[in-house]
């Protein structure tokens, strides 16, 4: 207890390399004081350097384009799995993430809110529970 309302309560964490940020937020209900729109738990994980592997730009709602604009497969830095998710979102963002709480060391876990990262020396895996995710290095990014 003892949280205030909007206080940014997400846990960021980055790979030992630097070049992968992520940032964990938990499942946020529905405030009708604020109008606040029901929000899943997700990660959102951004690549620095890395050369485009995906063919495409995944499939975008029009509501994400609303939100993340359109963007091609080399802007196509950030990615977000939620808990309940068939498909990862990605967009091309215009901040930069937060400076690390942590650094996820190689063959370690972050688990929490239905979601996990995987840290290995050859990427950064994270996936939900029904394991839809995505898969990020310098030169393969997958999403699964």
Avoid at 53 to 69: A, C, H, M, R
């Amino acid at each position: 207890g003892g949280e205030t309302f909007g206080q940014d309560r997400g846990i960021y964490f980055s790979s030992p390399s630097k070049n992968i940020f992520c940032v964990f937020y938990p499942e946020q209900l529905p405030d009708s004081r604020y109008r606040t729109p029901y929000v899943d738990a997700y990660i959102r994980c951004d690549i620095l350097q890395f050369s485009p592997t995906l063919k495409e730009v995944p499939y975008q709602s029009q509501e994400d384009i609303n939100i993340f604009g359109k963007c091609t497969v080399s802007q196509m830095k950030a990615f977000i799995i939620e808990d309940r998710a068939t498909h990862t979102k990605s967009y091309c963002p215009t901040d930069v993430p937060a400076p690390e709480q942590f650094v996820l060391e190689y063959g370690k876990n972050f688990s929490r809110g239905g979601l996990m990262c995987n840290s290995q020396m050859n990427g950064m895996t994270c996936q939900n529970s029904q394991g839809h995710g995505f898969f990020l290095s310098r030169n393969l990014q997958k999403l699964f």
